[in-house]
């Protein structure tokens, strides 16, 4: 069985639009480490993926547990792995990563079970499935720059816990790009400076950048998913709650908390006042 956590941009700010067309990111990055899906191999059966859980409906076709295995096999000769079994706990194109963390886990599934996968080069191929993919591999917080290559880890203070909150409102399959064309980033300036990553002695420290650098993608977000802004509102009003924002391009949202009781009590009151949503309080790591 492999733990497949929540992806959560504590910051993402969008730098500027490359010369090649992508878009220079930083992002301060953590991980759920009590919300996540999970991935298990059954080694004896037919080689195929199964997907279960409360939001196994939501993915339609190929998935990138499908991209990871295909990728492997591209390069391993008569590579043929068991059954895959996903269990899709988190809501689907949310903001959290859960497909790239979804194809993170495999990959580290099928490197402890085949001698063949272990001795390939599985961050390339991470890269090669999505921008997240990547720093899902290590699921160890860290800042990505770049369009997700550069990752260079960063040591949270213990004790930082998380509520995050999703509307469950329908999304389009191009929500990123979409968010992206309305951001209508500028170029990326030509005397863009590469930075130390941040070093935090506390968790206020933590809120504090988090605060000072915010998520550039907050703004065309909420202009294509109004419902963001009344999630923003009620994780704000939880009572110690520090700080709340977007992750990623949404529509899933997180506010920051101090201690565990903190945060699982606003977990416990949110899921009161919105029933509809899916909510989960987590300790970041």
């Known amino acids: 069985m492999e733990f497949a956590p929540a992806k959560i941009n504590l910051t993402l700010e969008v730098l500027g639009r490359r010369p090649d067309g992508y878009h220079e990111l930083r992002s301060l990055v953590a991980f759920a480490t009590d919300a996540g899906d999970r991935l298990k ?14 939001f196994a409906t939501g993915l339609s076709g190929a998935n990138l547990v ?8 591209r390069l391993v000769p008569n590579f043929q792995p068991g059954r895959l079994t996903l269990e899709k706990n988190l809501p689907v194109a949310s903001g ?16 402890a079970h085949y001698p063949q996968v272990a001795a390939l080069d599985l961050e390339t ?5 999505g921008a997240d993919v990547p720093v899902c591999l290590k699921s160890e917080s860290a800042v990505m720059t770049g369009v997700g290559e550069h990752i260079s880890e960063v040591e949270l203070p ?10 469950l409102i329908e999304v389009p399959d191009n929500k990123t790009a979409e968010v992206f064309r309305l951001l209508n980033a500028g170029p990326l300036p030509v005397d863009n400076a590469a ?3 941040p070093v935090f002695s506390s968790i206020g420290d933590v809120i504090r950048y988090a605060a000072l650098r915010g998520n550039s993608l907050e703004a065309p977000a909420r202009q294509l998913f109004p419902e963001i802004m009344t999630v923003l509102s009620e994780l704000a ?5 520090r700080i709340a924002q977007l992750s990623g391009a949404g529509p899933t949202c997180f506010a920051l ?9 606003a977990e416990r009151r949110l899921k009161l006042q919105h029933p509809n949503w899916w909510v989960a309080a987590s300790r970041l790591s």
Request: aromatic fraction near 2%; charged fraction near 20%.
């Open 158 to 167: 213990t004790g930082l816990f998380a509520v995050l909150a999703n509307p």
């Open 96 to 111: 959290i990563g859960g497909g790239s963390a979804d194809a993170a886990a495999a990959l580290r599934l099928l490197k």
């Open 125 to 129: 191929i991470a890269l090669s499935l």
């Open 257 to 265: 908390f101090e201690t565990e009781h903190a945060a699982t009590t």
């Open 195 to 197: 930075e130390n990553p």
């Open 66 to 73: 499908d991209a990871a295995v295909a990728a492997v096999a």
């Open 41 to 54: 191999l059954d080694e004896e059966e037919a080689s195929q993926t199964l997907t279960e859980g409360p």
């Open 237 to 241: 009003r939880l009572p110690r709650s």
